[in-house]
């Protein structure tokens, strides 16, 4: 299985989650059907023209009934944002088998997945709802809810246990590092240049490689480049996580982000960046150490708010291997590779694990605050959206492309906050997918069907679509899908000693032959070719005659191999000199007929046969047979 | 031999030609041979070298044998002109590519250099040659063809008789649009040409326009166009054949085009809806918005962040401003110039050229509602023009707000004088920003927050109600002091210098104080064009101060013969400022251009105060030796003040003491004066004959 990420959308159907309570939230009206029908008031309230579930977030599931989870073996893991539904995967599906993903990969994914749980449990809430649901209930709600697909599966989120034991069935691999899959394909991670950790993946046999390309930067940021040159010579290039926003270049939007920014803070207002605590945010961080000076706002302060905001922090720094060479040659001075540990160090930012406790204390305006969730559904988000949204002053910058930022304000509607949309997203756009294709050069490309055609809104833009040759293969939501490639060929190892036994013979300048007999070995998909058991010796004791010839299949004698062709007209002056007569060759598609009319008999030779077709007369065909094995080497 | 032999070569018979009785010289030499071989050297200096040398010779060929004489298409040409030309002709052969190539340059050249009255027989001699190769399959070198026959054109006594307009013409309907766009715009910008002409060429550097607007499902002013302009699916098919043939056809023709409109005789009627149109479409393709057809797809793939088609439509859109158009394409073009200054994608580049086009497009803007009831949008584009610029100014990327200060400055020159502007502006938070970019980390915009505050200082455009910072003078003469870059320094001495000129800018009052700050600084500045700036500064000061010392202007009759004398008190302002302990001292500074300033100045000076000053009192004036340790101070850059603080009568003893004439004379030789001077000669000569061991008298 390749990634396991989780489709958090669902939550934008929610209400926000309160740190503190909200009366404007708690008195919401109810929703009720169009006949009047208020049996569903409880569930779903009104707000602002939008109907919301109100009810603890549910998240959309990756797809388990097309396949029994409980069959996979093997789960390869890109990066930390692919990861959030390994808890329901391994712990309610009945997988047994093995996760494999970098190190940072594992380590931010837990501080991911701990700040989701962490952002939902600490506010809990009795009611869930689930009427809705109901196929013939949903059909009547008014869009978005009415749209909402598999809500059936859709599910609470998962207990920190879980996450623990979810956790626990990672195997840490290494970029470059090759995994042995029990001997039928090799896997490796590369490294994929878009966050700390982020891997592609190669899966090869002897014969066949099979790149799969997701969620990959060619931009400098914070991680370690992407390795390219190890996806060249791909049969297949699996093609995914490209850029959620085309049109948007990432380094105009931290332009974006930065001007608005400082606009706001000089007028006296607040600067709200909803986020993960790991990723972009490094970036962000560093453009502002550069940035803060310059535009005069030394003294505003930056605060960064999430359970796992320290944690986030001090990861960055001690995983230097996996950043960029820049980076990396910081460790050695020995300087903090990210400079937000200066910005700590100097007060400029500061973190705090939620909003209560001592960030209360300290809290100042004008500020800027980078916190979570990014949906705004739960978190601190909520809390400052609420304590800011009336004034006009602040402003809310969006950075996190996972979500529709209309979508995400809708329940905090009408909102006199400035917003700006400045989604920063460092995946592969469609112009760099046409280099990195041009490059590495796959056989074959398979990518979403989204990816093959100009996006619905702008179905004018050629540009924005995978453009390579021959044309990329496209799959659907649960399409199955036949890659373009067969297996035809095993690699099979020659034990030391039989090889020695080997006496190869040159057939032609160059190619020397030699038959083997011997004992091909088959286990866990590695086979290897052992020497035959000698000829067993008459002993006394039963068991171990038993035991014999159990093991080893009984070895006939084998008739000799022929090689070689058979040159026709030579063939039939020897058959001339043989005596017989009244010989006539035909040409075949495949080959030659001799026809020995006299002796009504017909010799058929092809590439790869020859069959003498003759009336039952044995002695005949023997002669014959002689005849065309003089022409043959044998071993 | 190496090609700078033969270039040198070259260049010794060219500074022999110079003398008419060289002709006959050059040609018993057999040197025109000589240089007719040399057009097909390998190396290309020497190719030019020579192709000017024989343009040379055949222009004083004519030109010593006065008029022509004999029938007017065929008359006497003199022999060497004669022989010159008989052999150009032979290389006017359609077969010959190289020869062919070098005779037409050559002829080019010639008709910009031989004598008036000659040109007419010259190109009636050309023109069955040029004929035979105009009917050559295919045209043969038609660029250098072209140059020829524009290089004829542009000779009026050619044109009286035989135009060459039939040629062009022809010329031109064979090349393809991507080829011909040089020659069109070649003959739009001929004064004269017939009207018939002039519409061929407008219709091929329109093509490329008419073939992105047929894409669009609104194609403004396609009525205006002359029917060469408009292709058919064959030239858009061409347009769109490979994304850098259509990026590069587009770029030219954009920019040919941003070279018309200020020409007296641009193409009449003037097609400026369909330009205006066809640019914003351009604009529009190139940020990924087209209108829905497939043909608009295939440009959008080709354009779309494209950032040299940008830079040169944004350019002929700056340069369409000069006409108006439409309303509705005026509010088109503010919004796609809004679209490009306010857009994240747009490179610096893009955003300081979509700047200078809004600069431009402004006063368009401001213009009165239409009848129709359309409101142009003066209200909105300003003000939603400076939003932007505040969020530029903002911009973590120095090029951008470097482009954001200098528009800042300009509409501020511009517009200050205009009350909504000044409102608007004032309204924003605009000024208080760009104040605040004095203390940028980068050089260059603080150099550019430097000029942009003194020209919102000049305009008066501080007087925001809530900006209590006051005037920004003491700020900049404490940058001029502390700035570790030079780029600012010289900008404050620039805006001082400027804001002295301005009788109500921030110097005006009790200005000595500050301009004693800021000579001082100057004198001590490492940068040689602070100082020189800061001499300006002096200049204009002492301008000021003794009302009598201009700038010598060449149209006014002896400007300094009409004014009164000065006196002694008259310098006692500048001797307050300590002008002259940073003016004598900048005379005999390191840096050439610094020495000069300062010595013009002073030679002003002593004009006006040496012919008619008072005679200075006894005991008042300094002993000259004094002033000659004053000088030796100066000089060798020493410490000490032997004149102590320099006094009005100190002053007038240093320049007397001054051979001003004689440093002038110094510092006005070139770097190079040694070398070339002939002791120099001399001495290379002695050095050459010493090496041969023998002739040493003979040098003398």
């Given at each position: 299985m390749l990634d396991c990420g989780l489709d958090m959308t669902s939550t934008l159907n929610f209400l926000p989650l309160p740190l503190v309570q909200s009366p404007r939230l708690s008195n919401l009206p109810g929703w009720s059907l169009k006949d009047g029908s208020a049996f569903l008031d409880k569930e779903l309230k009104e707000c602002s023209g939008h109907v919301f579930v109100d009810s603890v977030p549910e998240f959309c599931l990756p797809e388990t009934e097309l396949i029994d989870l409980s069959t996979v073996d093997v789960i390869l893991i890109s990066n930390y944002h692919c990861m959030m539904a390994l808890p329901y995967i391994t712990e309610h599906t009945g997988f047994t088998g093995t996760v494999y993903a970098t190190e940072p990969t594992v380590q931010i994914g837990r501080l991911l997945m701990e700040e989701l749980v962490n952002f939902i449990e600490r506010v809990p809430k009795a009611q869930s709802a689930s009427l809705w649901k109901n196929k013939d209930i949903q059909r009547l709600l008014p869009s978005p809810l009415k749209d909402a697909v598999e809500v059936s599966t859709w599910r609470r989120c998962y207990s920190m246990q879980e996450v623990n034991s979810a956790l626990s069935k990672i195997q840490l691999v290494g970029y470059s590092q090759k995994i042995e899959l029990f001997g039928a394909v090799q896997v490796t991670p590369l490294s994929s240049g878009y966050a700390l950790g982020s891997s592609n993946w190669i899966i090869q046999s002897h014969y066949e490689k099979v790149s799969y390309v997701s969620g990959s930067s060619l931009l400098t940021t914070h991680p370690q480049p992407m390795d390219q040159a190890s996806l060249k010579n791909s049969d297949v290039l699996l093609l995914t996580g490209l850029t959620q926003i085309p049109t948007a270049n990432p380094d105009g939007m931290v332009g974006e982000f930065c001007s608005n920014l400082a606009l706001t803070v000089r007028n006296g207002g607040n600067v709200l960046v909803p986020c993960?605590?790991?990723?972009?945010?490094?970036?962000?961080?560093?453009?502002?150490?550069?940035?803060?000076?310059?535009?005069?706002?030394?003294?505003?302060?930056?605060?960064?708010?999430?359970?796992?905001?320290?944690?986030?922090?001090?990861?960055?720094?001690?995983?230097?291997?996996?950043?960029?060479?820049?980076?990396?040659?910081?460790?050695?001075?020995?300087?903090?590779?990210?400079?937000?540990?200066?910005?700590?160090?100097?007060?400029k930012l500061k973190h705090y694990p939620s909003i209560h406790g001592d960030f209360s204390n300290d809290f100042k305006q004008p500020c800027v605050v980078f916190t979570g969730h990014p949906s705004l559904r739960f978190g601190d988000v909520v809390h400052f959206m609420e304590l800011w949204g009336k004034s006009s002053l602040n402003t809310v910058i969006f950075t996190e492309p996972d979500f529709s930022y209309l979508e995400a304000l809708a329940p905090y509607q009408p909102l006199a906050m400035k917003c700006i949309y400045c989604p920063i997203d460092t995946r592969l756009n469609?112009?760099?997918?046409?280099?990195?294709?041009?490059?590495?050069?796959?056989?074959?490309?398979?990518?979403?069907?989204?990816?093959?055609?100009?996006?619905?809104?702008?179905?004018?833009?050629?540009?924005?679509?995978?453009?390579?040759?021959?044309?990329?293969?496209?799959?659907?939501?649960?399409?199955?899908?036949?890659?373009?490639?067969?297996?035809?060929?095993?690699?099979?190892?020659?034990?030391?000693?039989?090889?020695?036994?080997?006496?190869?013979?040159?057939?032609?300048?160059?190619?020397?032959?030699?038959?083997?007999?011997?004992?091909?070995?088959?286990?866990?998909?590695?086979?290897?070719?052992?020497?035959?058991?000698?000829?067993?010796?008459?002993?006394?004791?039963?068991?171990?005659?038993?035991?014999?010839?159990?093991?080893?299949?009984?070895?006939?004698?084998?008739?000799?191999?022929?090689?070689?062709?058979?040159?026709?007209?030579?063939?039939?002056?020897?058959?001339?000199?043989?005596?017989?007569?009244?010989?006539?060759?035909?040409?075949?598609?495949?080959?030659?007929?001799?026809?020995?009319?006299?002796?009504?008999?017909?010799?058929?030779?092809?590439?790869?046969?020859?069959?003498?077709?003759?009336?039952?007369?044995?002695?005949?065909?023997?002669?014959?047979?002689?005849?065309?094995?003089?022409?043959?080497?044998?071993? | 031999m190496a090609p700078t032999v033969r270039s040198a070569w070259i260049q010794g018979l060219h500074s022999l030609a110079q003398h008419p009785g060289a002709l006959g010289f050059l040609a018993d030499l057999g040197a025109v041979d000589r240089l007719l071989t040399l057009q097909g050297d390998p190396s290309l200096f020497v190719v030019t070298a020579a192709g000017q040398l024989l343009v040379h010779v055949l222009g004083l060929a004519l030109h010593n044998c006065g008029p022509p004489c004999g029938p007017p298409l065929d008359p006497q040409w003199p022999l060497l002109a004669s022989s010159l030309l008989a052999q150009l002709e032979e290389a006017l052969q359609p077969a010959s590519t190289p020869q062919?190539?070098?005779?037409?340059?050559?002829?080019?050249?010639?008709?910009?250099?031989?004598?008036?009255?000659?040109?007419?027989?010259?190109?009636?001699?050309?023109?069955?040659?040029?004929?035979?190769?105009?009917?050559?399959?295919?045209l043969q070198a038609p660029h250098a063809l072209g140059d020829l026959l524009l290089a004829v054109a542009r000779s009026p006594e050619v044109v009286v008789d035989l135009g060459p307009w039939e040629m062009l013409a022809l010329v031109l309907g064979r090349l393809e649009p991507s080829q011909g766009g040089q020659l069109a715009l070649g003959v739009l910008q001929l004064?004269?040409?017939?009207?018939?002409?002039?519409?061929?060429?407008?219709?091929?550097?329109?093509?490329?326009?008419?073939?992105?607007?047929?894409?669009?499902?609104?194609?403004?002013?396609?009525?205006?166009?002359?029917?060469?302009?408009?292709?058919?699916?064959a030239s858009l098919d061409l347009l769109l054949a490979s994304r850098s043939a259509c990026v590069g056809l587009l770029c030219c023709a954009l920019a040919r085009l941003a070279l018309l409109p200020p020409l007296p005789w641009r193409p009449s009627p003037w097609p400026q809806a369909f330009l205006l149109g066809a640019v914003v479409a351009v604009l529009r393709s190139c940020n990924g918005h087209v209108p829905i057809s497939a043909a608009g797809g295939r440009l959008c793939a080709a354009l779309v962040g494209c950032e040299r088609v940008q830079r040169a439509a944004l350019d002929l859109l700056g340069a369409l401003a000069q006409d108006a158009g439409p309303p509705e394409l005026v509010l088109e073009v503010c919004g796609v110039l809004l679209e490009h200054v306010d857009s994240p994608d747009s490179s610096p580049t893009v955003l300081k050229k979509a700047f200078q086009a809004s600069l431009t497009w402004l006063p368009h803007a401001d213009k009165k509602p239409h009848p129709c009831g359309l409101q142009v949008p003066a209200q909105l584009f300003l003000p939603e023009l400076l939003q932007v610029l505040r969020k530029r100014l903002c911009s973590p990327s120095w090029e951008v707000r470097d482009s954001g200060l200098e528009f800042l400055t300009q509409a501020a020159s511009l517009w200050a004088g205009q009350a909504d502007f000044r409102q608007m502006l004032q309204a924003s938070e605009v000024?208080?920003?760009?104040?605040?970019?004095?203390?940028?980390?980068?050089?260059?915009?603080?150099?550019?927050?430097?000029?942009?505050?003194?020209?919102?200082?000049?305009?008066?455009?501080?007087?925001?109600?809530?900006?209590?910072?006051?005037?920004?003078?003491?700020?900049?003469?404490?940058?001029?002091?502390?700035?570790?870059?030079?780029?600012?320094?010289?900008?404050?001495?620039?805006?001082?210098?400027?804001?002295?000129?301005?009788?109500?800018?921030?110097?005006?009052?009790?200005?000595?104080?500050?301009?004693?700050?800021?000579?001082?600084?100057?004198?001590?500045?490492?940068?040689?064009?602070?100082?020189?700036?800061?001499?300006?500064?002096?200049?204009?000061?002492?301008?000021?101060?003794?009302?009598?010392?201009?700038?010598?202007?060449?149209?006014?009759?002896?400007?300094?013969?009409?004014?009164?004398?000065?006196?002694?008190?008259?310098?006692?302002?500048?001797?307050?400022?300590?002008?002259?302990?940073?003016?004598?001292?900048?005379?005999?500074?390191?840096?050439?251009?610094?020495?000069r300033a300062a010595c013009e100045l002073l030679l002003l000076l002593r004009a006006q105060t040496t012919t008619c000053a008072t005679p200075p009192q006894a005991g008042d004036t300094p002993d000259p030796a004094t002033v000659?340790?004053?000088?030796?101070?100066?000089?060798?850059?020493?410490?000490?003040?032997?004149?102590?603080?320099?006094?009005?009568q100190a002053v007038l003893a240093v320049l007397q003491a001054l051979d001003l004439d004689d440093l002038r004379g110094t510092l006005a030789d070139g770097s190079d004066h040694a070398e070339k001077s002939p002791l120099s000669l001399l001495q290379d000569m002695l050095a050459a004959a010493g090496a041969q061991g023998h002739n040493q008298v003979d040098c003398y």
């Amino acid at each position: 299985m390749l990634d396991c990420g989780l489709d958090m959308t669902s939550t934008l159907n929610f209400l926000p989650l309160p740190l503190v309570q909200s009366p404007r939230l708690s008195n919401l009206p109810g929703w009720s059907l169009k006949d009047g029908s208020a049996f569903l008031d409880k569930e779903l309230k009104e707000c602002s023209g939008h109907v919301f579930v109100d009810s603890v977030p549910e998240f959309c599931l990756p797809e388990t009934e097309l396949i029994d989870l409980s069959t996979v073996d093997v789960i390869l893991i890109s990066n930390y944002h692919c990861m959030m539904a390994l808890p329901y995967i391994t712990e309610h599906t009945g997988f047994t088998g093995t996760v494999y993903a970098t190190e940072p990969t594992v380590q931010i994914g837990r501080l991911l997945m701990e700040e989701l749980v962490n952002f939902i449990e600490r506010v809990p809430k009795a009611q869930s709802a689930s009427l809705w649901k109901n196929k013939d209930i949903q059909r009547l709600l008014p869009s978005p809810l009415k749209d909402a697909v598999e809500v059936s599966t859709w599910r609470r989120c998962y207990s920190m246990q879980e996450v623990n034991s979810a956790l626990s069935k990672i195997q840490l691999v290494g970029y470059s590092q090759k995994i042995e899959l029990f001997g039928a394909v090799q896997v490796t991670p590369l490294s994929s240049g878009y966050a700390l950790g982020s891997s592609n993946w190669i899966i090869q046999s002897h014969y066949e490689k099979v790149s799969y390309v997701s969620g990959s930067s060619l931009l400098t940021t914070h991680p370690q480049p992407m390795d390219q040159a190890s996806l060249k010579n791909s049969d297949v290039l699996l093609l995914t996580g490209l850029t959620q926003i085309p049109t948007a270049n990432p380094d105009g939007m931290v332009g974006e982000f930065c001007s608005n920014l400082a606009l706001t803070v000089r007028n006296g207002g607040n600067v709200l960046v909803p986020c993960y605590p790991s990723g972009v945010i490094y970036d962000l961080l560093e453009c502002l150490y550069q940035y803060i000076d310059s535009a005069g706002l030394s003294n505003i302060p930056f605060y960064f708010i999430s359970p796992v905001a320290n944690s986030s922090l001090e990861f960055s720094q001690i995983f230097a291997e996996w950043l960029c060479h820049n980076k990396q040659s910081k460790v050695y001075l020995p300087e903090p590779p990210f400079p937000h540990a200066e910005l700590i160090q100097t007060n400029k930012l500061k973190h705090y694990p939620s909003i209560h406790g001592d960030f209360s204390n300290d809290f100042k305006q004008p500020c800027v605050v980078f916190t979570g969730h990014p949906s705004l559904r739960f978190g601190d988000v909520v809390h400052f959206m609420e304590l800011w949204g009336k004034s006009s002053l602040n402003t809310v910058i969006f950075t996190e492309p996972d979500f529709s930022y209309l979508e995400a304000l809708a329940p905090y509607q009408p909102l006199a906050m400035k917003c700006i949309y400045c989604p920063i997203d460092t995946r592969l756009n469609f112009i760099q997918v046409s280099k990195l294709l041009k490059e590495v050069q796959p056989l074959h490309v398979v990518c979403p069907e989204q990816y093959t055609q100009p996006p619905p809104t702008q179905s004018h833009r050629m540009d924005l679509m995978v453009d390579c040759q021959p044309p990329a293969m496209s799959y659907r939501r649960a399409e199955v899908l036949a890659l373009p490639f067969k297996r035809r060929y095993e690699k099979i190892e020659i034990m030391p000693e039989l090889a020695d036994s080997l006496v190869p013979m040159e057939i032609k300048p160059g190619i020397s032959l030699a038959t083997v007999s011997a004992v091909l070995h088959t286990k866990d998909n590695k086979h290897i070719l052992q020497p035959p058991p000698r000829p067993v010796q008459p002993t006394s004791g039963k068991k171990r005659k038993q035991r014999a010839t159990d093991d080893i299949p009984d070895c006939k004698v084998l008739k000799p191999l022929l090689s070689g062709s058979i040159p026709v007209e030579q063939f039939v002056q020897t058959l001339e000199k043989h005596g017989f007569s009244d010989i006539k060759v035909e040409d075949t598609a495949k080959g030659h007929i001799v026809l020995l009319q006299e002796a009504e008999t017909l010799i058929q030779i092809e590439e790869d046969s020859t069959h003498i077709i003759c009336d039952n007369d044995e002695m005949l065909r023997v002669r014959l047979r002689d005849l065309v094995l003089k022409f043959l080497q044998k071993f | 031999m190496a090609p700078t032999v033969r270039s040198a070569w070259i260049q010794g018979l060219h500074s022999l030609a110079q003398h008419p009785g060289a002709l006959g010289f050059l040609a018993d030499l057999g040197a025109v041979d000589r240089l007719l071989t040399l057009q097909g050297d390998p190396s290309l200096f020497v190719v030019t070298a020579a192709g000017q040398l024989l343009v040379h010779v055949l222009g004083l060929a004519l030109h010593n044998c006065g008029p022509p004489c004999g029938p007017p298409l065929d008359p006497q040409w003199p022999l060497l002109a004669s022989s010159l030309l008989a052999q150009l002709e032979e290389a006017l052969q359609p077969a010959s590519t190289p020869q062919l190539l070098q005779a037409l340059g050559v002829l080019t050249n010639a008709f910009t250099s031989c004598p008036a009255p000659w040109a007419p027989a010259l190109w009636g001699r050309l023109r069955p040659a040029m004929t035979c190769l105009l009917e050559g399959q295919p045209l043969q070198a038609p660029h250098a063809l072209g140059d020829l026959l524009l290089a004829v054109a542009r000779s009026p006594e050619v044109v009286v008789d035989l135009g060459p307009w039939e040629m062009l013409a022809l010329v031109l309907g064979r090349l393809e649009p991507s080829q011909g766009g040089q020659l069109a715009l070649g003959v739009l910008q001929l004064p004269e040409c017939p009207q018939a002409l002039r519409a061929q060429a407008f219709g091929v550097l329109l093509q490329p326009l008419t073939c992105v607007l047929s894409t669009s499902t609104d194609a403004p002013g396609l009525q205006e166009l002359p029917p060469s302009a408009v292709g058919g699916s064959a030239s858009l098919d061409l347009l769109l054949a490979s994304r850098s043939a259509c990026v590069g056809l587009l770029c030219c023709a954009l920019a040919r085009l941003a070279l018309l409109p200020p020409l007296p005789w641009r193409p009449s009627p003037w097609p400026q809806a369909f330009l205006l149109g066809a640019v914003v479409a351009v604009l529009r393709s190139c940020n990924g918005h087209v209108p829905i057809s497939a043909a608009g797809g295939r440009l959008c793939a080709a354009l779309v962040g494209c950032e040299r088609v940008q830079r040169a439509a944004l350019d002929l859109l700056g340069a369409l401003a000069q006409d108006a158009g439409p309303p509705e394409l005026v509010l088109e073009v503010c919004g796609v110039l809004l679209e490009h200054v306010d857009s994240p994608d747009s490179s610096p580049t893009v955003l300081k050229k979509a700047f200078q086009a809004s600069l431009t497009w402004l006063p368009h803007a401001d213009k009165k509602p239409h009848p129709c009831g359309l409101q142009v949008p003066a209200q909105l584009f300003l003000p939603e023009l400076l939003q932007v610029l505040r969020k530029r100014l903002c911009s973590p990327s120095w090029e951008v707000r470097d482009s954001g200060l200098e528009f800042l400055t300009q509409a501020a020159s511009l517009w200050a004088g205009q009350a909504d502007f000044r409102q608007m502006l004032q309204a924003s938070e605009v000024p208080p920003l760009a104040r605040q970019l004095l203390r940028d980390p980068e050089s260059y915009v603080r150099a550019s927050a430097v000029i942009a505050v003194g020209q919102l200082s000049s305009g008066g455009l501080w007087a925001h109600p809530g900006d209590q910072q006051g005037s920004p003078l003491e700020g900049l003469l404490d940058m001029l002091d502390t700035d570790p870059d030079a780029f600012p320094r010289r900008a404050i001495l620039q805006v001082l210098t400027a804001w002295l000129r301005d009788t109500h800018g921030p110097l005006a009052a009790h200005p000595e104080p500050l301009l004693a700050r800021a000579f001082q600084a100057a004198g001590r500045d490492p940068d040689w064009e602070v100082r020189a700036r800061g001499l300006e500064l002096a200049r204009e000061f002492l301008v000021q101060t003794l009302g009598r010392i201009g700038v010598p202007c060449p149209y006014v009759p002896t400007p300094l013969l009409d004014t009164p004398p000065a006196d002694t008190q008259a310098l006692h302002p500048a001797c307050r400022t300590r002008l002259f302990e940073f003016v004598f001292p900048a005379l005999f500074d390191y840096d050439r251009p610094v020495a000069r300033a300062a010595c013009e100045l002073l030679l002003l000076l002593r004009a006006q105060t040496t012919t008619c000053a008072t005679p200075p009192q006894a005991g008042d004036t300094p002993d000259p030796a004094t002033v000659e340790a004053a000088l030796h101070c100066w000089r060798t850059g020493e410490a000490g003040r032997p004149l102590g603080e320099l006094v009005p009568q100190a002053v007038l003893a240093v320049l007397q003491a001054l051979d001003l004439d004689d440093l002038r004379g110094t510092l006005a030789d070139g770097s190079d004066h040694a070398e070339k001077s002939p002791l120099s000669l001399l001495q290379d000569m002695l050095a050459a004959a010493g090496a041969q061991g023998h002739n040493q008298v003979d040098c003398y």
